[in-house]
C-alpha cells in the first residue's frame, strides 16, 4: 500500500462511519414518519379503486356526461351537508366514469366530500370526513395538521428520506467494487441485513424520486424560485387575489363562461370556490388535445367582475411550468402507463421495512456491544 492510499483510507472510514450515523439517526427518527407517509401514499396510489371498493354506492353513476348547470352541483351539495358548513371545490370526471365531487369544510374540522351523478345532480353520498381515503389525503399531505405546519413537517420528512436514500447507496456500495455478488443477497449477512441492502438498493433510486417530488409539492413556492433561476416560470398561482370590492359575486356559470371565453371547447376538470373576501374563482381545464396526466390549463377569474387575473394554458406554458407539473405527476406515479402506479404502490412500502429491518440491525450492534463489554472490564480489573 503506497503512502497517498494510506492517508486516504483513515479519511473513507471517518466519512463512512459519519454517513452510517446520519443513515442511522435519520432512520430512528423521522424516518418512522416517513415509513407511514410511505404507506398511505401507497394506497393513495388507488385511492379512486379502493373508495369505490368500500363504498361502491358513491360511485354508482348512470353515465359520464355532465347534464346540469356546473354551479348546480355546489347547491345540491350545499343542501346535503346543511348550515355551517363552507363549500371550497368541486372535482368534474375528467375524461372518465366517476361522480362528481364537491369539497367542503366546517370551521377548522376535516374536509367533507359529496358525491353526486353527473348526468342527473343526484346525491349519491356524503362522507363524513373521516373516511379512509380522505383521512389519508389530508394525513399524507400535512400529517392531519394542516392548520399547523403540517405540509411543512411533511417536506422536512421528505429532506431526510432524499438524504437517507442517498446516503443509503453510498453504504452500499461494496469496499471491493461492483461485481455478480454485489446485486444480490450477500453471504454472511443476517437476513434482515440482506433485507436491508437489497431492498434498499433496489428501491432507493425511486425513494429518492418520490421524495425528492415530495419536497416540491411541500414547499412549492421555494421550488418555484428555484426552477425560475434556471429557466422561465409563468407567476405562483398561490398569490392571485381578487380586487376588494362591494359587489356581489358572479355564480360559478358566469366564471366558468369567463374560462371558456380563453380557452373555448376546453372541458372544466375542476373549480376552486373563492375563499375570503379577495379570493378568486380557479377554473381547472383540459384543452383538446392535452393528454397529460394532469392537465395544467387554469383559470383565475374575479368573482365579482368576471375579469381573469391570471390564466395559464398550453400555448404560454414555459419548460419551467412543465418541470413543475411534471413533481406531481411523477409524486402521483401516473407515468409509465399502468407500470408507474405499480412500482409506485410497492416503493411505498419500502420506507416502512428499511425501518424496520435497520432498526433490528441497531438493535442487533447494540447487543454485540453490551455483550463484548463485560469481558473488557473483568481484564482491566485483573492487570489491577
Same mark, same amino acid.
Given at each position: 500500500?503506497?503512502? #497517498?492510499?494510506?492517508?486516504?483510507?483513515?479519511?473513507?472510514? @471517518?466519512?463512512?462511519?459519519?454517513?452510517?450515523? $446520519?443513515? *442511522?439517526?435519520?432512520?430512528?427518527?423521522?424516518?418512522?414518519?416517513? @415509513?407511514?407517509?410511505?404507506?398511505?401514499?401507497?394506497?393513495?396510489?388507488?385511492? +379512486?379503486?379502493?373508495? @369505490?371498493?368500500?363504498?361502491?354506492?358513491?360511485? !354508482?353513476?348512470?353515465?359520464?356526461?355532465?347534464?346540469?348547470?356546473?354551479?348546480? &352541483?355546489?347547491?345540491?351539495?350545499?343542501?346535503?351537508?346543511?348550515?355551517?358548513?363552507?363549500?371550497?371545490?368541486?372535482?368534474?370526471?375528467?375524461?372518465?366514469?366517476?361522480?362528481?365531487?364537491?369539497?367542503?369544510?366546517?370551521?377548522?374540522?376535516?374536509?367533507?366530500?359529496?358525491?353526486?351523478?353527473?348526468?342527473?345532480?343526484?346525491?349519491?353520498?356524503?362522507?363524513?370526513? %373521516?373516511?379512509?381515503?380522505?383521512?389519508?389525503? /389530508?394525513?399524507?399531505?400535512?400529517?392531519?395538521?394542516?392548520? &399547523?405546519?403540517?405540509?411543512?413537517?411533511?417536506?422536512?420528512?421528505?429532506?431526510?428520506?432524499?438524504?437517507?436514500? *442517498?446516503?443509503?447507496?453510498?453504504?452500499?456500495?461494496?469496499?471491493?467494487?461492483?461485481?455478480?455478488? !454485489? %446485486?444480490?443477497?450477500?453471504?454472511?449477512?443476517?437476513?434482515?441485513?440482506?433485507?436491508?441492502?437489497?431492498?434498499?438498493? &433496489?428501491?432507493?433510486?425511486?425513494?429518492?424520486?418520490?421524495?425528492? /417530488?415530495?419536497? %416540491?409539492?411541500?414547499? =412549492?413556492?421555494?421550488?418555484?424560485?428555484?426552477?425560475?433561476?434556471?429557466?422561465?416560470?409563468?407567476?405562483?398561482?398561490?398569490?392571485?387575489?381578487?380586487?376588494?370590492?362591494?359587489?356581489?359575486?358572479?355564480?360559478?356559470?358566469?366564471?366558468?363562461?369567463?374560462?371558456?371565453?380563453?380557452?373555448?371547447?376546453?372541458?372544466?376538470?375542476?373549480?376552486?370556490?373563492?375563499?375570503?373576501?379577495?379570493?378568486? &374563482?380557479?377554473?381547472?381545464?383540459?384543452?383538446?388535445?392535452?393528454?397529460?396526466?394532469?392537465?395544467?390549463?387554469?383559470?383565475?377569474?374575479?368573482?365579482?367582475?368576471?375579469?381573469? *387575473? =391570471?390564466?395559464?394554458?398550453?400555448? /404560454?406554458? #414555459?419548460?419551467?411550468?412543465?418541470? *413543475?407539473?411534471?413533481?406531481?405527476?411523477?409524486?402521483?406515479?401516473?407515468?409509465?402507463?399502468?407500470?408507474?402506479?405499480?412500482?409506485?404502490? $410497492?416503493?411505498? %412500502?419500502?420506507?416502512?421495512?428499511?425501518?424496520? #429491518? +435497520?432498526?433490528?440491525?441497531?438493535?442487533?450492534?447494540?447487543?454485540?456491544?453490551?455483550?463484548?463489554?463485560?469481558?473488557?472490564?473483568? @481484564?482491566?480489573?485483573?492487570?489491577?
Amino acid at each position: 500500500m503506497n503512502r #497517498t492510499t494510506s492517508r486516504k483510507a483513515p479519511r473513507r472510514i @471517518a466519512l463512512r462511519a459519519f454517513w452510517v450515523q $446520519v443513515h *442511522l439517526w435519520l432512520g430512528l427518527s423521522l424516518g418512522v414518519v416517513g @415509513a407511514f407517509l410511505g404507506l398511505s401514499g401507497s394506497l393513495l396510489v388507488y385511492d +379512486g379503486e379502493i373508495d @369505490a371498493w368500500l363504498h361502491p354506492a358513491r360511485y !354508482a353513476t348512470t353515465g359520464p356526461g355532465v347534464g346540469r348547470p356546473l354551479g348546480e &352541483y355546489a347547491d345540491r351539495a350545499a343542501q346535503a351537508l346543511g348550515g355551517g358548513t363552507r363549500l371550497t371545490a368541486l372535482r368534474f370526471p375528467d375524461g372518465g366514469e366517476g361522480p362528481v365531487i364537491v369539497f367542503a369544510r366546517a370551521g377548522q374540522g376535516p374536509f367533507q366530500r359529496v358525491y353526486l351523478d353527473p348526468p342527473s345532480g343526484r346525491v349519491l353520498d356524503v362522507g363524513s370526513g %373521516f373516511d379512509l381515503i380522505a383521512w389519508l389525503h /389530508t394525513f399524507h399531505e400535512s400529517l392531519q395538521l394542516r392548520d &399547523y405546519s403540517g405540509r411543512e413537517i411533511v417536506g422536512a420528512v421528505g429532506i431526510a428520506m432524499l438524504i437517507s436514500s *442517498l446516503s443509503g447507496i453510498y453504504l452500499w456500495w461494496p469496499a471491493r467494487g461492483l461485481g455478480v455478488a !454485489a %446485486f444480490g443477497l450477500r453471504r454472511g449477512f443476517t437476513t434482515s441485513r440482506n433485507l436491508h441492502y437489497t431492498f434498499g438498493f &433496489y428501491g432507493s433510486i425511486l425513494l429518492a424520486m418520490l421524495s425528492f /417530488t415530495g419536497i %416540491f409539492l411541500a414547499y =412549492q413556492d421555494a421550488g418555484r424560485a428555484v426552477v425560475a433561476a434556471f429557466g422561465a416560470v409563468s407567476a405562483s398561482p398561490r398569490g392571485v387575489q381578487s380586487p376588494e370590492s362591494p359587489g356581489k359575486a358572479v355564480g360559478v356559470e358566469r366564471a366558468v363562461d369567463a374560462a371558456r371565453e380563453l380557452y373555448p371547447g376546453a372541458a372544466v376538470t375542476g373549480i376552486g370556490l373563492p375563499m375570503g373576501p379577495r379570493g378568486a &374563482y380557479r377554473i381547472s381545464l383540459r384543452e383538446a388535445g392535452d393528454s397529460s396526466p394532469r392537465p395544467g390549463t387554469v383559470v383565475f377569474v374575479d368573482p365579482r367582475t368576471r375579469a381573469v *387575473l =391570471q390564466h395559464s394554458g398550453l400555448a /404560454t406554458r #414555459t419548460r419551467g411550468d412543465g418541470f *413543475l407539473t411534471a413533481q406531481r405527476v411523477l409524486h402521483e406515479g401516473h407515468w409509465w402507463g399502468s407500470v408507474g402506479p405499480a412500482l409506485t404502490f $410497492v416503493v411505498g %412500502f419500502l420506507p416502512a421495512t428499511l425501518v424496520v #429491518t +435497520g432498526t433490528l440491525i441497531w438493535l442487533r450492534s447494540r447487543r454485540r456491544r453490551a455483550d463484548a463489554r463485560p469481558i473488557g472490564v473483568a @481484564a482491566v480489573g485483573t492487570n489491577d
